[in-house]
DNA sequence: CTCTTAACTTAGCATTGAGGTC
DNA sequence: GACCTCAATGCTAAGTTAAGAG
């Protein structure tokens, strides 16, 4: 009976496919449904169920499914709980205004053309003052918002760094300052270059290959076989993942073969025609033995490998930019290795492969020392391009795009970026209701472009949706963002759950991870929706007369710097701020104020759609958890019964020796209290923690100052919020930002 | 307008290693 | 001192955006 299930569910997914292959380039997909791991799950279950629905069983595999299907219901609620959004909206300022504007008007029928450019005023005063070069006048806001900053320090910063400086002290001052170089206080270059000197020792290349020792063998068909050393090293690539499940998928496998063969020799070509055929154990259980054996390795040894990265790391790892050592973010290139994209990758397992010096290209000065490629090799191209950040760039076979090293996060050209980045979401704060409610207004356009446009708008801002490029068909796993949205991805519902007007997305997003919401929505986008959908295929786009470039066009001209993704930097900023304000008690403790805090990310994350899988050991750490939790508790009802016994006896006693003891027990109990307070902080942070992940918001969303200033206000040391490698990336922020700060 | 590409930001997972526990 | 755990870090894929060619 279940078999006959799965056959149905397969055979649904292979028809659904099909139609899309109507439609696109005829692309060979295999009917394969695999998403990764987390998403995956549910998706597949959604499909389970819906086949369940049609013949029901009593199988125990139905019964699993039907577990499966509880689940899920948990997890969505808890992604689109209530409680976040009514928080949300009234953050946002989306208290579902009334739309009672006759309804006919939205039915109305379009014109096709007449593309008349609605033209938008500049509604900031300031931004009247801007050039038009929209980066210049990005920059130039920028520039007139640090000097005044300067200006406003210039009492505290002059005492300090020239006041009283003589002459002797300025050289060690000259090396504290290089260590925490302010480069916020100072002027930026102008519009367009990144630097006016750079130089550098290039990248470290991978290893080479080694061979294995001889007595690990390769068998293909039962018959142990020496390979040549390329086909060798490919092989190895796959032994080494044999653990991983994508090994074991068609495309993978197919992918990797390919790609392979391409390294054999003609005899070894000739020889190995299938895959299956190989056997890599021994080349398998050799690499787990090698790993093995480097955490065996003694604390010399792993002192020797220690010290020799550290090597690399300060002649490799740092460049001069313009007087001051930065550090370089990734100066090691790619190794070779098989590809694994994210999701039902159609490249999944292809050969990426070694990148030699005659690949790279180098960037920096003119006037620089020239990095030097390896003995016998020559570099692609040296260049000397002031006018990009990057160092070194080289080509990659997968999908033919173009790989970089740049900069650390601490690096003034991406601190100086990163700050911009905030600085035009704090302008949006500015004007976004002008632009909320020009997009409202849109909804009743008669031109279908631009109600296709106001509804995408008003998705990317409630719903802090990416924008949504399209990509090119099999070249990448099936994502789509806001403006790549297919009618399949949404289902409308006049009426759930006692709420009017509800859109449930479903899609894959960036990384192939699910967004799963059910969101009310005004009449007005309802319908304009139900108008999207008519007459199309599950497989055809909402949005057909929408694409990225048309909305960030748009975009640009409400107001200078504004893109699609500067909605997804306010929004997350704005709700931290907000939560921040609405959640921290003045009388918590420090632990309490973190938990505060976590919660305020917390729906950032959320808002953002920031999942993760649950850690592999999720349960058993919880559970560890608790077992600490109540070991606590006992020694707290320990406690307090020797605090009660050590009184009565003081009572008895009079004297100052038991006074004392039952000022030591009365010490002992507030402690063990204040103890369990924090691990059931820990717990519940944890708990709710399980699938959310919360550093990509903190690291790219939330403005640091939001956070320096909530830690100044209460108190709470930055340590506690940042660690050290966020503290390097934001010391423009906590150098700068005051307890007032507001975003 | 469409298509392509370069440059740069954002993303989650795997690995590592510091610091705690046994 | 061995072992364990989880946060930090490393890695690199996958997005966004602007600009330029056709």
Redesign the pocket.
């Known amino acids: 009976d279940s078999h006959k299930h799965k056959d149905k569910h397969k055979d649904k997914e292979h028809k659904h496919k099909e139609h899309k292959k109507d439609k696109e380039k005829d692309k060979s997909k295999n009917s394969n449904s695999e998403y990764?791991?987390?998403s995956e799950k549910k998706h597949k279950d959604k499909e389970k169920d819906k086949v369940k629905h049609k013949d029901s069983s009593s199988s125990e595999k139905h019964k699993d499914k039907h577990k499966d299907k509880e689940k899920h219901k948990e997890e969505k609620s808890k992604f689109s709980s209530d409680d976040f959004k009514v928080k949300k909206e009234k953050e946002n300022g989306f208290s579902s205004p009334s739309c009672n504007r006759s309804e006919n008007e939205d039915d109305c029928l379009f014109s096709i053309k007449e593309?008349k450019p609605l033209k938008r005023h500049r509604d900031n005063d300031e931004d009247i003052a801007y050039k038009p070069k929209?980066?210049k006048t990005e920059d130039e806001k920028r520039e007139k918002k640090r000097k005044q900053e300067v200006e406003n320090d210039k009492s505290k910063k002059k005492s300090k760094d020239k006041g009283a400086m003589g002459e002797g002290k300025k050289k060690k001052m000259k090396k504290e300052e290089e260590e925490k170089w302010k480069w916020w206080e100072e002027e930026r270059h102008p519009e367009g270059i990144?630097w006016k000197f750079l130089e550098h020792k290039g990248p470290v290349f991978a290893p080479a290959y080694e061979r294995m020792p001889d007595k690990v063998k390769f068998y293909y068909d039962g018959k142990t076989m020496k390979l040549s050393l390329g086909a060798e090293e490919v092989a190895t690539f796959f032994a080494k993942m044999l653990d991983h499940e994508y090994t074991t998928k068609d495309i993978f496998r197919k992918n990797f073969f390919k790609d392979w063969r391409k390294e054999m020799t003609s005899e070894e070509k000739s020889t190995i025609t299938s895959l299956d055929k190989c056997d890599f154990g021994e080349m398998h259980q050799y690499f787990k033995a090698q790993a093995e054996a480097r955490k065996q390795m003694s604390k010399e040894e792993k002192q020797k490998i220690?010290e020799e990265?550290e090597r690399l790391l300060q002649e490799y790892g740092f460049c001069m930019m313009d007087n001051h050592r930065e550090r370089i973010?990734?100066f090691?290139i790619?190794?070779p290795?098989l590809?694994?994209?994210?999701?039902n990758?159609p490249k999944m397992g292809m050969l990426?492969r070694r990148i030699m010096p005659e690949d790279i290209i180098i960037n920096c000065s003119k006037d620089s020392k020239v990095p030097v490629p390896p003995p016998g090799h020559k570099w692609k191209e040296v260049r000397h391009?002031n006018k990009?950040?990057?160092l070194v760039?080289w080509t990659?076979n997968?999908q033919g795009?173009?790989k970089?090293i740049?900069l650390n996060p601490s690096s003034r050209i991406?601190g100086e970026?990163?700050w911009q980045?905030y600085e035009t979401a704090r302008r949006l704060k500015k004007s976004v209701e002008k632009i909320r409610s020009q997009y409202r207004e849109d909804w009743k356009s008669k031109e279908m472009k631009i109600r296709q446009r106001a509804v995408a708008l008003y998705f990317i801002d409630k719903l802090a949706l990416?924008?949504?490029?399209e990509?090119e068909e099999g070249e990448?796993?099936d994502?789509v963002?806001c403006c790549s949205l297919r009618v399949e991805h949404i289902t409308l519902h006049p009426e759930i759950d006692g709420q009017e007007y509800v859109v449930e997305f479903d899609f894959l997003?960036?990384?192939?991870?699910r967004y799963y919401n059910k969101v009310p929505v005004e009449k007005r986008v309802f319908k304009n929706l139900q108008l999207f959908m008519e007459n199309k295929q599950p497989e055809d786009d909402l949005f057909d007369r929408l694409?990225?470039?048309?909305l960030?066009k748009h975009l640009?001209d409400l107001m200078e710097g504004l893109?699609?993704?500067?909605f997804r930097?306010y929004n997350a900023s704005i709700t931290l701020q907000q939560q921040l304000k609405e959640l921290t008690s003045p009388d918590d403790n420090v632990p309490a104020k973190i938990l505060s805090y976590n919660r305020a990310n917390r729906a950032v994350a959320i808002l953002?759609?920031?999942?993760?899988?649950p850690p592999k050991?999720f349960e058993?750490?919880m559970q560890?958890?608790q077992v600490k939790i109540d070991a606590k508790k006992d020694q707290l009802v320990d406690a307090r019964r020797e605090l009660k016994s050590a009184k009565a006896d003081a009572k008895v006693r009079r004297d100052e020796k038991s006074k004392k003891t039952v000022e030591s027990k009365k010490k002992a109990v507030q402690r063990l209290e204040e103890q369990l307070m924090k691990l059931e902080v820990q717990a519940t942070d944890r708990e709710e923690n399980k699938q959310i992940?919360l550093?990509?918001?903190k690291l790219?969303?939330l403005d640091p100052r939001i956070s320096v200033a909530w830690c100044k206000k209460w108190n709470i040391p930055v340590e506690k919020i940042y660690?050290?490698?966020?503290r390097e990336k934001f010391a423009w922020a906590i150098d700068m930002a005051d307890e007032d700060f507001e975003f």
């Open positions: 990764r791991d987390f593309d929209k980066i990144k220690k990265n973010a990734n090691k790619e190794p290795g590809f694994r994209g994210r999701g990758h990426k391009d990009v950040t990057w760039s990659e997968i795009s173009i970089y740049m991406k970026k990163d980045k990416r924008a949504g490029n990509k990448t796993a994502t963002g997003g960036k990384d192939s991870i694409n990225t470039s048309i960030n640009q893109t699609a993704k500067v930097t953002c759609n920031h999942q993760r899988a050991t058993k750490s560890n958890l992940a550093g990509t918001s790219n969303y660690n050290k490698t966020q």
